[in-house]
């Protein structure tokens, strides 16, 4: 089969209700477009039936194309799968819970076809979600784009065309700990913003639970700035500063024989002041590491159990198999 212009990714996690709707939704939009396309569903570990329901609409639709993880993975890594198996010259990302509008779909074609090669969907407007999550969201991305070098642009999530050669890039960059939005902003090329409207969920709950959303957090920081790194020789300098300036003081107040400065509280204070800064300096370090540890052992970023009907590897394990396709 020849290769589509478009491919839509859409990463499902326990989405049955929304998988449903958002098939006829992107269809009735790809096929208003006349051009050829397919739909990548990403079934990233669902429990309630989803992996069926992707497997029927597989079979109904040929455009349809499933790639069904063997455990949940995370919404970045399913992503990432959708992208790898994308063939399209430009590849739409979609959440599978209509949040994002499949309408918009054409605005981001739109821009695509004047030649740029990032168009990203900014939110301007978010309905439904919690104060908390819409506060914590938006502080979010102000403090990454304060400590990071790369200029990841302000509320957009993952929801954004790519076109062929970025596609190609990312899938080159194979680090475990992914966070998309930086990764697509740190390629380059020409990149343009299109706004909308971000819709309340079709069904069910935020599959982005609190913890969660640390953990795209902290992959962002980490992924992109070595900031927290730094902190510590600040703090460190910062301390060191006031200590010799102090010394001067105590000297002189010794001198004029004011009351001494004793006392076993201020010690304490100290001691646990400076305990407190050196542990959460060892802590950002470890977090570090733990990194590295885990990119040093180099295992697939995710394992797919069973892939597109034409696909007859399930074994298929991104990189590896797909340079060895290459080299061949
Ligand atoms: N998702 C996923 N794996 C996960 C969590 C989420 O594939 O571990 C998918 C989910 O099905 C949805 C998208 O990622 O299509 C965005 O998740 P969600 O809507 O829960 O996030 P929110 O919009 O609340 O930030
Ligand atoms: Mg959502």
Redesign the pocket.
């Known amino acids: 089969m020849k290769n589509p212009i478009f491919s839509i990714v ?6 049955l209700e ?1 998988i449903a709707e958002l098939y006829p939704r992107i269809r009735d939009v790809m096929d208003s477009t006349g051009e050829s396309w397919e739909l990548i569903l ?1 079934d ?1 570990g669902s429990q309630d039936g989803s992996t069926d329901v992707i497997r029927k609409l597989a079979i109904n639709d040929a455009r349809v194309r499933p790639v069904i993880f063997a455990r ?4 970045q890594i ?2 990432t799968a959708g992208l790898d198996y994308s063939r399209g010259a430009a590849v739409v990302v979609i ?3 209509l ?1 994002d509008p499949p309408e918009v779909i054409l605005d981001l074609i739109a821009k695509w076809r004047e030649g740029y090669e990032v168009v990203y969907a900014k939110r301007v407007e978010r309905e439904g ?1 919690s104060w908390f ?1 819409k506060t914590t969201a938006s502080l979010f991305y102000r403090i990454i784009c304060r400590i990071t070098d790369v200029q990841i642009p302000l509320d957009t ?1 993952d929801f954004r065309l790519l076109d062929r050669k970025v596609v190609n890039i990312m899938s080159k960059m194979r680090e475990g700990h992914r966070f998309l939005r930086g990764m697509s902003a740190w390629v380059g090329f020409k990149q343009v913003g299109v706004e909308y409207k971000r819709a309340t ?1 079709f069904a069910g ?4 639970p609190f913890k ?1 959303m640390l953990k795209l957090a902290l992959n962002a920081v980490t992924g992109f700035s070595y900031f927290p790194l730094q902190l510590a020789t600040y703090l460190g300098f910062i301390s060191a500063g006031l200590s010799v300036i102090s010394i001067p003081i105590v000297v002189i107040l010794r001198l004029i024989s004011s009351p001494q400065l004793t006392g076993q509280a201020t010690t304490l204070i100290t001691v646990l002041f400076f305990g407190g800064i050196q542990l959460i300096s060892l802590g950002i370090i470890g977090e570090y590491i733990g990194r590295i540890y885990d990119e040093v052992k180099g295992r697939p970023i995710y394992i797919v159990s069973e892939g597109p009907s034409e696909d007859h590897d399930p074994t298929r394990l991104n990189l590896s198999t797909k340079e060895s396709q290459e080299k061949s």
Do not use: C
Not at 10 to 15: G, K, L, T, W
């Open positions: 859409a990463p499902v996690y326990n989405e929304s990403v990233d949940n993975f995370g919404h399913a992503v959440d599978s819970d949040q979600e999550k999530g969920r709950e935020t599959k982005y969660k």
